[in-house]
């Protein structure tokens, strides 16, 4: 499994790649003793949203009819961003009972084994990875461990995709802003522009324009509205 990995990350490092390049490169070699039937990434957004980023066999109704997911909604891709935590399924059973929106999913005859794994960022889920296997894969210590390294190596990496870029940090506390910067973040929230929170604050709109772009800065966010919307543990 070593051997693996490091294939895996001198395929990651040796030129530029895209998500459905890394999913075939998983499905073909990383994972080929898995008999994988696809390899999809979902994006975690700002917005409250998980979104298609590519992938591996994929069809492409499914990607069309299910581009997007509120982060929310009660979903093995959702909850293993939400949670950080890797959810195994073996057989429909299983899901459909922890899951009973995936019976509306038209889901391959094949499927055996349905696995989503966070692609974590300094502890923030950035994204899902999603595993389809013809297998009923035992969920031993040895493959769990197998899984996570590459999802440790391909959440690194994918930050340099192109269909991750504005990637969302899930899992971020509010301790990482300032009780000021706090401060002025609950008003953003109010709808105040930068004149009415220096008012309510007492400082000028110069100093609350600066905090305003720090906190875009530490939260990567682009603009009002995505800080506004942005969920942090605490919330």
């Not at 990995?5 to 001198?10: I, N, T």
């Not at 996570?148 to 990637?167: C, D, K, M, T």
Request: glycine share 6%; aromatic share 10%; with cysteine.
């Amino acid at each position: 499994m070593l051997v693996k990995v490091e294939e895996l990350a001198r395929f990651l490092t040796s030129g530029s790649r895209t998500a459905a390049d890394v999913g075939k490169f998983l499905a073909e070699v990383t994972y080929k003793d898995l008999d994988l039937i696809s390899v999809y990434f979902f994006r975690a957004d700002n917005d409250g949203k998980v979104r298609f980023a590519g992938g591996h066999n994929i069809p492409v109704e499914s990607s069309e009819k299910w581009p997007e997911f509120d982060l929310n909604l009660p979903l093995p891709l959702t909850e293993c961003v939400r949670n950080r935590q890797k959810i195994w399924l073996n057989g429909r059973e299983e899901w459909e009972l922890q899951y009973p929106l995936m019976k509306d999913f038209s889901l391959n005859p094949e499927l055996k084994t349905f696995i989503n794994v966070p692609l974590q960022v300094e502890g923030y889920a950035i994204a899902a990875m999603g595993l389809s296997s013809r297998i009923d894969l035992p969920h031993s210590a040895d493959m769990s461990s197998f899984i996570n390294a590459v999802s440790g190596i391909v959440g690194i990496y994918a930050q340099n995709l192109p269909e991750f870029r504005g990637a969302r940090q899930q899992g971020t506390s509010r301790r990482v802003l300032s009780r000021r910067q706090n401060n002025i973040l609950n008003l953003i929230r109010e709808k105040l522009t930068n004149r009415e929170i220096g008012d309510e604050l007492g400082y000028s709109e110069s100093t609350i324009r600066q905090e305003t772009m720090r906190i875009y800065q530490i939260l990567h966010v682009n603009n009002r509205r995505e800080a506004a919307a942005f969920k942090f543990i605490e919330d």
